[in-house]
Each structure stands twice: as C-alpha cells, then as structure tokens.
C-alpha cells in the first residue's frame, strides 16, 4: 500500500469562512455591470475560478466584459471583504495535526497568490509546505491544473495525496487529477452534491475532520 506523504488543503470554504463573501464581491460585480442574479446562483458556481466561474454565468459575454468583471471582483474582495476574513475554527490545529503526522501541508487553491499569501498567515506560515493557485496555472477548477501543479512541485504521485475541499468543483478537479478527495459542508454546497461529484468522505468542518483523524480514509 502506497504511503501517503501530502494533504491539498482547498482555502475558500475549507479552511477560511470566506464563500459568502466572494458570493457578496461577485454579485456588487455584476451589478455594476448591469447583470443580476440570485445569491444562490452565485454561490452555485464559488469554488471555481473567474475564469470558468464567468462563462457559467454570462456565456455571451464578451472577453472584455469578463475581464472587467473579474478584475471588479478581485477589488471588491481584495479591499473591502478579505480583511475580515476568519479561518474557520480550528482550522490550523488541523493542519497542525496533518504536519506532526508527517504529512506535507499543501494550500491548492482556485484564489490568487495575494489572498493564498494572506491566508497563510492568517493559518500559521510555519504550517504549510508549500502552495499552489490558479497564477500557477492555465485554468482553475474543476480542471485539475491547481492540483496536478501541486503534484508536481512536491514530487508526488497521486496516489500519494489527498485533497480536502469544500464544494463539487473540488472533488471533480481531484478526480480528474487522479486524486482522492475528502469534502467539507462548510462551504454551504450539500451532502448529496458532494456525494454525487464522488467525494470519498464527508465531515462537517474542520473541527469535525480533526475530530475524526483517526478515522479519515488516509
């Protein structure tokens, strides 16, 4: 049996509470460009990058209008919302538990390199071994660009990982990298959606995942 040597921790809705703010930059994005849509709908589609997030939701728009939403997004979330961003409770005893058990700490994320740099510090630098995001790669999730990045700048067969995420994006991008992914409800996306994208376990939040270490299918 292969031995595992790394976890990809997803950021957004897995170890930072921070979904419905991007649902909150989003929707005041859109608005002022002149489009509207539920929160629900918004929030259907967190978890993916811009630049798959925006073809889901506006898929005659233009590449310039794209982008000018995009970059609105990234103002909004970046000056005004990610300041008051929290990691969800216990998160770093988390990723504390997976480094002391020998595991390399990994941050996979669909988020830029400025918000991955604040969350590390936000969590415990000291903690992670290294990270990857979507200015590493070509597309964000569900592609599996992020992860199979990951894989590569640690030296990794897939077999010797496993992701932790918090919506279908998520597990579809970890199965499509050829990994395992265990799911969070912190993100707010259901049981049986993540069930049915093929997670391999499901936890509450953080908290719960540690409380079960034990247990996980490691």
């Known amino acids: ?37 539920t929160r629900e709908r918004i929030h259907g589609q967190i978890g993916k990058g811009g630049d798959n997030l925006l073809p889901s939701l506006l898929p005659d728009a233009s590449e310039e209008e794209l982008e000018a939403i995009d970059e609105r997004h990234g103002e909004i979330y970046k000056e005004e919302l990610m300041p008051t961003a929290r990691p969800f409770p216990r ?9 002391d058990g020998g595991l390399k700490v990994v941050l996979a994320s669909s988020a830029g390199g400025e918000e991955i740099d604040h969350y590390e510090e936000l969590l415990g630098k000291h903690l992670i ?9 070509e597309s964000s999730k569900p592609c599996p660009d992020i992860f199979e990045a990951a894989l590569e700048k640690g030296g990794l067969k897939p077999e010797e990982a496993i992701v932790v995420g918090d919506t279908p994006y998520d597990v579809l991008a970890a199965k499509r990298a050829g990994l395992e992914c ?37």
Not at 13 to 25: C, I, M, P, Q
Not at 28 to 33: D, E, K, L, T, V
Not at 131 to 137: E, S
Not at 207 to 216: I, V
């Open 1 to 37: 049996m292969t031995r595992l040597r790394a976890i990809l921790f997803d950021l957004d809705g897995t170890l930072v509470d921070t979904n419905e703010l991007h649902v909150e930059a989003w929707d005041r994005a859109f608005r002022a460009h002149g489009h509207e849509f």
């Open 91 to 99: 998160a770093t005893d988390l990723l504390g538990r997976a480094r």
């Open 129 to 137: 071994s290294f990270t990857t995001g979507k200015d590493d790669v």
């Open 182 to 218: 265990i799911a969070l409800l912190s993100g707010g996306f259901s049981d049986e959606e993540l069930r049915a994208a093929g997670a391999v376990a499901i936890y509450r939040d953080a908290a719960d995942l540690l409380d079960n270490w034990d247990e996980l299918p490691l």
